[in-house]
């Protein structure tokens, strides 16, 4: 049979805040355990929570960037369980009134609807030792998340696994540059549940959905996504159904497993906090967070695309990371090519930085970057050379302008010094210069152009000494 695929996201990600989301430990990971807690964040009996105002102008600024609506009211609700990770037994979430609703995202032609972004607090992390026994670390514990829950159960909405990786991409890209969230994901700064299910296609009754809980990293969503539709698929078309459940991804292993058959909202008994107040947000709060918001991805790339004339592909490769387009428009407020820069930056200092999982530093300072385009382009220094003296000054902090002059590579050869080598390399090459003027394979012109290199140690530019050795063929 054939079925129509519905997925819902439920994405959490770390904000990046000075302070937790009710108290004033450090947000920071890394630290020894269980140095960044009070007892507040770790639930002692009379602790009193007070909100983090920041958090919750990050929270506004994560929905102003992808065009949620602000409720003017929001609620902090505790939501109940218990779990070794989380210490008081609840944590405080919202569920009536958000502080985003409403919003989108544009995934390939369909603008995917967004319910709703909310504001929570983390939970402490449990450490599973060698020795078989389990440790808690409390620190993460009231750091403030945002979790994310898209519109499934309408249209459009997301229906196949790579649909689901280009949203988590671009919102990913969004909370980066919208500077809410780092978005680390081997850090387990952002984490999806998934939730999927099946219906007969053209079906307007939607299926029962299974959830997957808090997969880390895009891949391993894929997998997931696209093990969990086959598994469905075998139950229906063997005529049987499917039960509502949350499963445990297993990416090892590549298969899921049934954790525990669905809890509902009920179930958490969730009830306004009642040592937090409501949260009155107006529109000075909005309005200042509006104008203090950075560039977005969109609006970067129609500049790019727009005012630089850069294509597509190439916008999308430097936006594909934050410092890289960053460095971009550093590099252009001291050398305004951007073209020529946005060429070096797509390639050689792309391939210096990829990473399997991401992207690393760069490691040249854009002054040094400036000089070598520069002198390609004023024809000082051949591309060749330029590249050599990057790759040497790469992570060091060597300078371009002294390591090319020290190894000798500007160009500064003298014409008639130049002619004199040409006609050399011309007449010591009879055979070669005959075979070029029959066939005009370039090739053999490149050859010719790289024994006047060799003879020049490089210092002469290329296309001068092509054209040179062109003429003297041709004459
Ligand atoms: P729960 O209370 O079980 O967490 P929610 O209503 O919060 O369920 O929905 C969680 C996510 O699952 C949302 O993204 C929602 O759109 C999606 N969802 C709801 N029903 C379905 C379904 N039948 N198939 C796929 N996704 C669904
Ligand atoms: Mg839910
Ligand atoms: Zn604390």
């Known amino acids: 049979m054939n079925y129509d695929v519905v997925i819902g996201l439920e994405v959490h990600a770390e904000l990046k805040t000075n302070t937790k989301c009710f108290c004033s430990c450090k947000n920071e990971s890394g630290n020894e355990p269980n140095t960044n807690c009070c007892p507040v964040c770790v639930g002692l009996p009379g602790a009193l929570p007070v909100l983090n105002k920041f958090a919750v102008e990050q929270t506004i600024r994560a929905g102003l960037a ?52 909310h504001l929570e607090e983390d939970a402490g992390k449990l450490v599973h030792a ?14 403030p998340l945002i979790e994310l829950v898209t519109e499934a159960l309408q249209e459009p909405h997301i229906e196949t696994a790579d649909e689901a990786i280009e949203f988590l991409e671009k919102l990913r890209q969004v909370y980066i540059y919208a500077g809410v969230a780092d978005c680390l994901i081997e850090k387990g700064q952002m ?13 307007k009754e939607f299926g029962t959905k299974v959830e997957m809980k808090n997969i880390m990293g895009f891949k391993s969503v894929h997998r997931a996504i696209q093990y969990e539709i086959e598994r469905q698929r075998d139950i229906l078309d063997d005529g049987g159904k499917i039960e509502q459940e949350t499963r445990k991804w297993d990416d090892d292993k590549g298969i899921s497993f049934t954790l525990r058959t669905k809890e509902n909202s009920q179930d958490y008994r969730y009830f306004p906090d009642p040592d937090l107040l409501a949260v009155e947000i107006d529109d000075s709060i909005i309005e200042n967070v509006k104008n203090t918001m950075p560039m977005l991805p969109q609006e970067l790339k ?11 592909y190439d916008a999308d490769v430097l936006l594909q990371f934050k410092h890289v387009s960053d460095f971009y428009n550093d590099c252009l407020s001291g050398y305004n090519q951007p073209k020529t820069v ?29 000089w070598l385009m520069k002198n390609v382009d004023d024809k000082k220094i051949n591309r060749l050379s330029a590249k050599e003296v990057l790759s040497q000054i790469w992570g060091t902090d060597l300078n371009a302008e002294e390591e090319a002059k020290r190894q000798n590579l500007i160009i500064d050869i003298d014409t008639s010094a130049l002619d004199g080598i040409v006609k050399q390399v011309v007449e010591n090459n ?14 053999i012109l490149n050859f ?23 003429d003297i063929v041709n004459s």
């Open 66 to 117: 992808l065009g949620f609506e602000i409720n003017k009211t929001a609620i902090f609700e505790r939501k109940n369980y218990f779990y070794p990770d989380l210490s008081k037994a609840y944590q405080i979430s919202q569920l009536v009134k958000p502080i985003c609703i409403n919003g989108s995202l544009r995934v390939g032609e369909k603008d995917i609807p967004i319910n709703r972004i």
């Open 130 to 143: 060698n020795d078989g026994s389990t440790l808690v670390d409390y620190n993460r514990g009231g750091v």
């Open 191 to 203: 984490r999806a549940d998934v939730n999927v299910s099946l219906k007969p296609k053209g079906s």
């Open 302 to 312: 129609n500049k790019y695309m727009q005012e630089y004339g850069l294509s597509e």
């Open 342 to 370: 946005c060429n070096w930056l797509t390639t050689e200092i792309m391939a210096r930085i990829k990473t399997e999982t991401g992207a690393g530093p760069i490691l040249i300072s854009k002054q040094n970057l400036i």
């Open 430 to 443: 009879a055979n070669v210069v005959s075979q070029f003027k029959e066939t005009g394979d370039s090739k």
């Open 448 to 470: 010719l152009v790289g024994q006047v290199m060799k003879e020049t140690r490089g210092k002469a530019n290329a296309g001068d000494v092509m054209a040179k050795i062109k």
